[in-house]
């Protein structure tokens, strides 16, 4: 059940012209990529605004005069992801009787449905972690086997856990009481994406190495992300692979390349 108050959406749209995609299809903006007529922006926004649980939606970057009505505050992208996630997380804890939860969602998931996104928030508005405090952060992940069987002709990247083969998300559900931990946590892994010593300085050599080997079990990240955010931090299994179905190359954009290739239906709502 939704606690009282307007649960707000950030919806993280930087980037700008930088984004190799926006370059290579010639728009301001990797939200404003075209598909079906619609830009990619605009499936996010709409989902978010048909889905029963969002009450008030924060668009963090550039519209271009796009997308009215369809947000209620615009705040401009930072420099870095943290930075324009630390403007959206402002805006969004700032607005009247928000909601100690905040939903955060790229701009780059056009497949997202309404449907999902309500889904996704009732069931992670209701996981605990395992000291059985409400989940501060709550991070979906989809398997191999529904993310092909749902977007075949999109190649993934999976994390091979003794679980099973998943995929992140780009949707996650947060509590105000973890952002003071949770930016400089974002900011390290980001920082340290590419560096294998540093990401084993930040989730631990032991963590690293089972990650790297296959050995690696949810519990066990849920359990070290938790530690490192002194707050119970859980992901949240999926069959709605339009969560993480982001568009980030110009394969991800069926028709619109290549005539050959494969048209990839926009999923929608019934």
Known sequence: MQEPGKRVAIVLAGGGSSDRLARTLGVPSKALVPLGGRALGEYVLAALRESGVIDRVVYVGETHGQFEGLYDV??????????????GLGAALAEPDATDDVLLVTADIPWLTSAAVARFVGAASELVGADGRKAQVVYPVVSEADATAQFPQQKRTYANL?????TGGNIVLLRRDVVPALLPFIDRLFRGRKNPFALAN???LGTLLQLLSGQARIARLEARVSALL????????????CVAADVDDPAHLPGTISPEMPVLAL???P
């Open 267 to 269: 999923r929608r709502d």
């Open 202 to 204: 930040i989730v631990g």
């Open 230 to 241: 002194a707050a119970p931090a859980r992901a949240l299994p999926t069959s709605d692979a």
């Open 162 to 166: 003794a679980d099973g083969r998943f």
């Open 74 to 87: 615009n705040v401009p992208a930072g420099n870095r992801l943290v930075d324009s996630l630390a403007l």
